[in-house]
Nanobody, 123 residues
Framework: QVQLVESGGGLVQPGGSLRLSCAASGSIFSINTMGWFRQAPGTEREFAAFVSWSGGRTDYADYVKGRFTISRDNAKNTVYLQMNSLKPEDTAVYYC????????????????WGQGTQVTVSS
């Protein structure tokens, strides 16, 4: 089993920045890819970004490219999502997820999920 705990959400003005963190514990050796997803009210959860646990490969949804950066610190077993130039439409609950598979953008492929952290972008 893998446990994931997100932090770093909050209220930010449009154009501002936030950094989300996801601390992993448990059977981390089984994890190959970590992802961030988000879910706005009344919508389905959608992919935002992933990073491979070992090689640093990353991928992003088109709507976050150039604004969000995913990274990992293996020594701390933590994955980050740096979010810049935030827009009101980025308001959502952001979820960290982990999979034993490789480079998935589909949420169905992820085995473990955090509880989510709320990000609200508003003036």
């Amino acid at each position: 089993q893998v446990q994931l705990v997100e932090s770093g959400g909050g209220l930010v003005q449009p154009g501002g920045s936030l950094r989300l963190s996801c601390a992993a514990s448990g059977s981390i050796f089984s994890i190959n890819t970590m992802g961030w997803f988000r879910q706005a009210p009344g919508t389905e959860r959608e992919f935002a970004a992933f990073v491979s646990w070992s090689g640093g490969r990353t991928d992003y949804a088109d709507y976050v490219k150039g604004r969000f950066t995913i990274s990992r610190d293996n020594a701390k077993n933590t994955v980050y999502l740096q979010m810049n130039s935030l827009k009101p439409e980025d308001t959502a609950v952001y979820y960290c997820a982990a999979t034993t598979g490789y480079y998935y953008t589909s949420q169905e492929k992820y085995d473990y999920w955090g509880q989510g952290t709320q990000v609200t972008v508003s003036s």
